[in-house]
T-cell receptor
Framework: AQSVTQLDSHVSVSEGTPVLLRCNYSSSYSPSLFWYVQHPNKGLQLLLKYTSAATLVKGINGFEAEFKKSETSFHLTKPSAHMSDAAEYFCVVRRGGSQGNLIFGKGTKLSVKP | EAQVTQNPRYLITVTGKKLTVTCSQNMNHEYMSWYRQDPGLGLRQIYYSMNVEVTDKGDVPEGYKVSRKEKRNFPLILESPSPNQTSLYFC???????????????FGQGTRLTVV
């Protein structure tokens, strides 16, 4: 069965410093992995998705994630945090078969200090 | 503009009073689903639909109903709401359910429901 574990419920960084949001996954086959972002009182927006074409995936707003099969990880990074990055981030794996639903991690709330 | 539209955005209701949350997408997507978001639990799937007249239970279906009479619409029905259904609800759509596996989902803006 597929699952994802986000290792930090809350991460706080200073503006201009790097961001690392950690995610481990569990899957019996090659997973479909995504990162979504949710800004306060907003819906969910896709940041990036793993397509198996490349292990380093670039997304919007300067975010990227690296798929590491040996470590079953899909950590999200950004070299330099901006105040507008403050939001909740979800690591997501797609369940296989006809149900095909997205299985969400519990979320990591990112705070950015000036 | 491609979008998923939910209504209403906010709703306060009383226990037992039937309500419907509407969801509509304009992307001709086959697959639609409903999720609820609760603090510390992430999002969990309630129901999904692979196409018109094809619906099935997700992970937390108790107390909910859905229908898919048209491709674009996928309403969520609470026949007799209870306080434990107070939550933030999201409708999502994607082109397919599982082919290809990396098909992204598009989400509505959410409906915050309070049942008192």
């Amino acid at each position: 069965a597929q699952s994802v574990t986000q290792l930090d419920s809350h991460v706080s960084v200073s503006e201009g410093t790097p961001v690392l949001l950690r995610c481990n996954y569990s899957s019996s086959y090659s997973p479909s992995l995504f990162w979504y972002v949710q800004h306060p009182n907003k819906g969910l927006q896709l940041l990036l998705k793993y397509t198996s074409a490349a292990t380093l995936v670039k997304g919007i707003n300067g975010f990227e994630a690296e798929f590491k099969k040996s470590e079953t990880s899909f950590h999200l990074t950004k070299p330099s945090a901006h105040m507008s990055d403050a939001a909740e981030y979800f690591c997501v794996v797609r369940r296989g078969g006809s149900q095909g639903n997205l299985i969400f991690g519990k979320g990591t709330k990112l705070s950015v200090k000036p | 503009e491609a979008q998923v539209t939910q209504n209403p955005r906010y709703l306060i209701t009383v226990t037992g009073k039937k309500l419907t949350v509407t969801c509509s997408q304009n992307m001709n997507h086959e697959y639609m689903s409903w999720y609820r978001q609760d603090p510390g639990l992430g999002l969990r799937q309630i129901y999904y639909s692979m196409n018109v007249e094809v619906t099935d239970k997700g992970d937390v279906p108790e107390g909910y109903k859905v229908s898919r009479k048209e491709k674009r619409n996928f309403p969520l029905i609470l026949e007799s709401p209870s306080p434990n259904q107070t939550s933030l609800y999201f409708c999502a759509s994607s082109l397919y359910s599982w082919v290809p596996m990396n098909t992204e989902a598009f989400f509505g803006q959410g409906t915050r429901l309070t049942v008192v």
